[in-house]
């Protein structure tokens, strides 16, 4: 039988393997936490020094600029900026509060038989890439909106101008729609996590007193989660704000002022697939780069202060438990 004096030194040795053990358990995971910040600045400075002829011949005054000319080589991202900032702000403005409410309907009046299956089928949609929603985009929401949604617009709201009778399919409201349609699921798969993790009993207690389903969703949980599912609408803008292939299918690809909604246009995003690969100057390559730069640090801001809206709220809903 061991004595006392084997059974410690076996105790020390087992206490020696699991600390040189957890030594390398943190390494790792210290290696791979500071690679991902380290890949974005290595990102940025790649960005930064393609875009040097960019910068030293525009300076700041790119971002401003009017006027995209590849064969003058005069290159401005005025009106990709706004054509960005546009088609993000009007799919967020459609997309954000149907999918809230969406996620309010699910977690306080949905039949618990089919909360499961719909929740199974709104991830997955937030799953597909943007190239699927591009191409039924293409075949189904283009054709319909030429032939019909367009025409409708022109011709029964007065302030929504048109381009002299044309009716274009690819438009920059038809990005917008697209991008609604693929930050809806995004949206609400978020929403409903973040009220998921309010306090049960706060729900609880103002039903135990009486209130209706619709009085807690209106006075209880909207007011505690508010500020989180600000950010949860930020955060779709932000995936907006980058999607590429999805919104270059059906945008149009045309420069110029926006004289329209129903008329082509481009995005930061949406300008790098169709002339990167075609770029036939350093200057248009450097003006390119420079344009991604701009569109990585608006996609970085986004989605930093988004997620930050969210974790705070969802912090102060945990300390509350």
Known sequence: MPGPGRNASQ???TLQRTDSGDRWYRLVLTIAVTTVPALLLVLVWQLWRDAGPAIERSGFGFILGT???PVQDEYGAAELLAGTVLTAGIATGLAAPLAIAGAFWHEMFAPSALRRPLAALVDLLAAVP???YGLWGVVVMVPWCRAVLFPALQAHIGWFPGLDGIVYGPSLLAASLLLAVMMFPFILVTARQILRALPATQAAAALALGATRWEVA???LFPAARRALGGAALLGAGRAVGEAIAIAMVVGASHGPIESLLAPGYTLAS???HEFAEATSAVQ???LSYATLILLVVAVTTNAVARLLVGRSI???GARR
Do not use: T
């Open 11 to 13: 105790e020390a040795n």
């Open 67 to 69: 006027g995209w000319d």
């Open 130 to 132: 943007g190239v699927v």
């Open 218 to 220: 209106r006075y209880v």
């Open 271 to 273: 300008v790098l697939p």
């Open 285 to 287: 390559v450097a003006a």
């Open 315 to 317: 912090g102060d809903a």
